[in-house]
């Protein structure tokens, strides 16, 4: 990700402590750092990272009103006239600064991943790949089973149909047909068995991933921190005390738009009183792309600045176990063996070459990382077989779905003719 990528920025005003003045500018957020720019010179003023950070506050004083303190190592700085509000700035750079340090880019893992061997960097992009595919083998579970229900309601369609054309027949038949007594008798009793399947999918449901976010409702300028659960039925967003604002079903998101790796805006449209959208803001919003992607393929929209983010990370959906499989494989074997002629593999550059010769692994990280790609392989295998399975579903349902509109076609032309 690049570290660079301004997140957000705001008008405020900057206390120059050289000067003894207040400098009118911006202070942007990015990634990794808090930087702050003046207007007239364009000087860059501040510029410190995110992990050097010890606390911000809002404060006041008799001279100075409604201001934002960042204490940084052993400077303190003084921003004002924070637009829109204080209290969002507050919210986002709070957020960002915690979240930072809770990661592995903060200070501490810095200095720790120095001293990180290859074996590790390994095992830690393999499990990453593992968390991935788990996610998206939970959405394809779930999307599978909403097609079995499709299918089971399509059956009972079906039959429905079979019970109104032998109706049908019967109101057609003459009076003196003397069967009529057991058409009349068409079997109704398989309407409660249905209705279980569908409940009981949806309590088991399980939740893919759930990230800390600031939440903006509509266009308001207020901010508030909360969370983001993604489900393979949809997502839900709730606040810091685990209470629901607003849960969106699949088929209620009329649109997704990534405004940035960081930013999404969530919307549901409405005809007649004004949409429902929720602006989300979260320093682990890459983590959840991947996801949105996969679930709404066809609702999601990448803005100008979140194009780069697709392009680096975008692979059919198919190849995607295979090909972290492949890769991984082709890694570690020349990692293990930097003699072999790693070379000619196909997706290894020449960066990762050079690396393989100078470092190896031990034994140990050399078996955890076979074990987690012998489950990447397994995870790929029913990842391809789920996706070849839904296929055949999705033509039983089409072929089910065209003979159900011949069978209400000629049902309304004999309905015609009765009246």
């Known amino acids: 990700m690049n570290e660079d990528i301004r997140i957000h920025s705001w008008p405020c005003s900057y206390y120059l402590d050289t000067s003894k003045q207040w400098v009118s500018g911006r202070l942007s957020l990015t990634p990794v750092a808090i930087k702050f ?153 398989t309407k409660p068995k249905e209705t279980a399947t569908v409940s009981d999918s949806k309590n088991q449901e399980g939740i893919i991933i759930r990230i800390p976010v600031i939440i903006t409702h509509r266009t308001d300028s207020n901010v508030k921190p909360g969370k983001l659960t993604l489900f393979a039925s949809g997502l839900e967003i709730s606040d810091c005390n685990s209470q629901v604002i607003h849960r969106f079903e699949s088929k209620d998101v009329d649109d997704i738009r990534v405004h940035t790796p960081y930013e999404i805006s969530v919307r549901q449209r409405f005809i007649g009183k004004p949409d429902t959208s929720y602006r989300l803001l979260s320093a682990k919003m890459p983590e959840a792309i991947p996801i949105l992607e996969m679930q709404f393929s066809k609702k999601i929209q990448f803005l100008e600045d979140a194009l780069g983010f697709v392009g680096a990370r975008k692979s059919p959906q198919v190849d995607l176990g295979t090909s972290i499989w492949q890769a991984a494989t082709g890694l570690l074997g020349g990692v293990v063996q930097p003699s072999s002629p790693v070379g000619d593999r196909e997706g290894i550059d020449n960066d990762q070459v050079q690396l393989q010769k100078q470092e190896k692994i031990s034994q140990e990280e050399a078996k955890e990382l076979k074990q987690i790609l012998k489950k990447l392989k397994g995870l790929a295998l029913e990842t391809e077989a789920e996706l070849e399975r839904q296929d055949e579903a999705l033509d039983s349902i089409t072929t089910s779905v065209d003979r159900a509109t011949l069978n209400i076609d000629k049902q309304n032309r004999r309905i015609k003719k009765l009246t």
């Open 37 to 189: 720019t003046a207007d007239k010179t364009g000087e860059l003023l501040v510029n410190f990272h995110l992990s050097s950070i010890s606390e911000i506050k809002k404060e006041s004083s008799n001279l100075i009103f409604s201001s934002l303190t960042i204490l940084e190592k052993s400077t303190k700085h003084w921003f004002s006239s924070l637009q829109p509000s204080r209290n969002v700035v507050f919210n986002i750079l709070e957020h960002f600064w915690r979240e930072q340090l809770l990661s592995s880019e903060g200070a501490g893992a810095e200095a720790a991943a120095l001293q990180s061997t290859k074996g590790k960097e390994l095992t830690g992009l393999l499990t990453g790949s593992q968390k991935r595919l788990e996610d998206t083998a939970k959405v394809l579970h779930y999307q599978g089973e909403q097609f079995d229900n499709i299918m089971r309601g399509l059956n009972k369609i079906e039959g429905d149909m079979d019970v109104a054309d032998r109706l049908l027949t019967e109101l057609e038949s003459p009076s003196w047909w003397p069967f009529s007594s057991r058409l009349w008798k068409a079997p109704l009793e």
